[in-house]
């Protein structure tokens, strides 16, 4: 046997401890071969969707590749760490610490090797699936027909080739193998169990406290001056709780004779104690990881909820023309007649109404609002299936816009409730109640007054124009066609007319790049994640395996063995995750204060999937962990 031949064997014998690592690497390069799919390919050579897209792509591969750097490094060192039994085994039989480094450094080539080629050929297998959501989510013209990438595949196989040969090289130079005795105790040795600071602990909850009601309590344009502080006070204060506060609070349960004593407690706690400085330190890496991809993720869904929830809220109408004030009734006619012109063109069937708009002086201080006959309003009420209003003679109602970006300041209700409308007869009409609705687009708000009443008022002192179209359902892509038309005209029209279909699709257009983007660099960092946490569990499962052997020894059933793995792994898997979802939903909620913009629903779908994702992994692992365990003992 050569000493190539016996890396690869080596590689095969350890295959249950290697099989995180090569999937995890196989996943990263098949991401990072996904973007490369995209940026070279044929559809978007020349026109605009290089400087959105592909910039966007390349940032995306960029930041991949240096994360697929540090998360092959970590993993590389935890198989080290696993291994010290069998390099010494190894250096009692002759071998030489250049023949142990080499021997890891032909591991670690034969693996990365495999893992690329794995992962280009995974993602040529589902590269046409993945280019028709793109196609979708990104809404671009082109359409993104599957080709054979040979450009994409030279690249990500350089590129990550190169990536696990200098890593095996850094590794096997940084390679120590101490002395022959702790290598063959290997991870036998006892570590004693760490000790925490009571004063440090205090600190770590006082630093998370005052993070957390600092990224609360902050609203408006002071959330980005407090992120950065915020920001470095959480992580110092997640790094304490792991450290210190957490190894303090099992201190604390281990001298409460009545939860230690309780059944199998002493065998979790006491277990838990002395792994905990390990522990602690992949808690930490895994918690902030999970942190930086629920907040991404989150941030961007909400952002884009934000933004296009506004303007659906603010546009119930197809379409709407509001002329310039210095525009004749000839101008308005003509406006009109083109904007129907192009529907017709595109053949949408749409009902319209039009309203002059009258502004009057309502207050001593000459103060201008806008009143509206009733019978004009329900007109436009009727075309969005709204309710009609019905005020009394002489009563007034309050209009006031409920969309979603007017959200500071004194509301306009305020304002006009105080105010009263004056008839030619010397008659005062008082404002009874306030509604919210999206009928008329007037940010002050308006009055809505009888029409025996409305013919009753004064000379306005200001007059505009409105007209609204409403197009039935179904024609979404002559809607978006219509409002392209209309916004690429070169007169002034496309400064009057709105389309609240083709500024959705525009914004879904340009957004939506930057959510996929987002979304997939999100992906990398939760599974990154979760094999740091697959990672400590196996690497210590030789230890539990005696550990557990020796117990049932002296009468462990196997009920409370699966109660006590259940309790260790839930603890592994869900100490981080927990943090990182209360980090995440500290950092959405600061957020919605940065916008003034509620973001629950966001904030609880996204958290809400990655928790799930996280129960499913869980119950997989410990699927095989108990299995691992139980082969060994009964």
């Known amino acids: 046997m050569t ?44 026109g605009s969707i290089n400087k959105n897209v592909l910039v966007g792509m390349a940032v995306a591969g960029g930041i991949i590749y ?41 591991e670690n080539i034969l693996i990365g090797f495999f893992a690329t080629v794995s992962g280009i050929l995974s993602g040529l297998i589902f590269a046409k699936v993945i280019l028709l959501i793109a196609e979708n989510v990104l809404i671009i013209s082109e359409s993104l027909d599957f080709y054979f990438p040979a450009l994409a595949i030279a690249v990500t196989f350089v590129s990550f080739i190169f990536l696990f040969f200098c890593i095996s090289v850094f590794v096997s130079f940084v390679l120590r193998t101490n002395k022959l005795i702790h290598l063959i105790k290997g991870d036998i040795q006892s570590k004693g169990e760490p000790k925490a600071s009571v004063m440090l602990s205090i600190f770590a909850a006082l630093l998370l406290t005052a993070g957390y009601g600092t990224a609360l309590l902050v609203k408006g344009v002071f959330v980005v ?24 609070m099992i201190r604390l349960l281990k001298r409460n004779k009545r939860i230690f004593w309780r059944k199998t407690n002493m065998l979790l706690f006491s277990d838990l104690s002395f792994r905990m400085k390990d522990n602690a330190r992949t808690f930490f890496m895994v918690a902030i990881i999970s942190t930086v991809a629920f907040s991404a993720i989150g ?19 197809t379409f709407t023309y509001s002329p310039f004030l210095d525009d004749s009734e000839a101008t308005i006619e003509e406006d009109i007649s083109r904007i129907n012109a192009i529907l017709q063109d595109e053949t949408i069937d749409a009902g319209m109404e039009t309203m002059e708009l009258n502004y009057y002086d309502v207050s001593e201080q000459n103060d201008h609002a806008l009143i509206v006959r009733a019978s004009d309003y329900n007109r436009f009420a009727n075309l969005i299936k709204e309710k009609e209003l019905h005020p009394a003679e002489n009563e007034a109602i309050i209009v006031e816009q409920s969309g979603a970006f007017i959200t500071q300041g004194e509301k306009a209700s305020v304002r006009l409730m105080q105010s009263s409308i004056q008839l030619r007869d010397g008659e005062e009409i008082q404002p009874v109640r306030v509604v919210e609705t999206e009928i008329l687009t007037e940010m002050n708000g308006y009055y ?35 409002g392209r038309r209309i916004n690429d005209s070169n007169d002034e029209l496309q400064h009057k007319a709105f389309s609240a279909d083709y500024s959705l699709f525009e914004i ?28 400590r569990l196996f690497t210590d499962l030789e230890e539990e395996k005696r550990k557990f052997s020796s117990i049932a020894k002296i009468g462990l059933k196997e009920s409370e063995l699966k109660k006590i793995v259940n309790r260790q792994i839930a603890i592994l898997f869900f100490s981080p995750i927990v943090v990182a979802l209360v980090h995440g939903a500290v950092a959405l909620t600061a957020l919605s204060h940065l916008f003034d913009y509620d973001l629950t629903v966001e904030s609880s779908l996204v958290l809400g999937s990655f928790a799930v994702i996280q129960v499913i992994y869980f119950f997989i692992v410990r699927y095989f962990y108990v299995k691992q365990v139980k082969r060994m003992i009964f």
């Open 3 to 46: 000493f190539r031949q016996f890396a690869f064997n080596n590689v095969l014998r350890n295959k249950r401890m290697y099989i995180a690592y090569f999937l995890s690497s196989m996943f990263t390069v098949m991401v990072f071969f996904t973007f490369a799919i995209f940026a070279f390919h044929p559809a978007f050579s020349g």
């Open 225 to 248: 001056y407090a992120m950065i502080p915020v920001v470095l006070v959480v992580i110092l204060g997640t790094y304490l709780l792991f450290t210190q506060l957490s190894v303090y």
């Open 508 to 535: 879904n257009r340009a957004y939506g790049t930057i959510l996929f983007i987002g979304l997939f660099i999100g992906i990398v960092f939760f599974v990154s994640a979760g094999s740091f946490l697959y990672f």
């Open 448 to 482: 809505v007054v009888q029409d025996s009443a409305y013919e009753r008022l004064g000379s306005p002192v200001s007059s505009d124009f409105s007209a609204v179209w409403k197009a039935k359902d179904g024609q979404t892509e002559q809607v978006i066609e219509a």
């Open 299 to 317: 941030s961007l869904y909400g952002f884009h909820s934000y933004l296009t929830k506004g303007v659906k809220e603010m546009n119930p109408y």
């Open 66 to 106: 240096v994360f697929s750097f540090f998360f092959v490094l970590y993993s590389m060192s935890s198989f080290l760490q696993s291994r010290k039994k069998e390099f010494g085994l190894l250096i009692m039989l002759g071998a030489s610490n250049r023949q142990i480094r080499l021997m890891v450094f032909l």
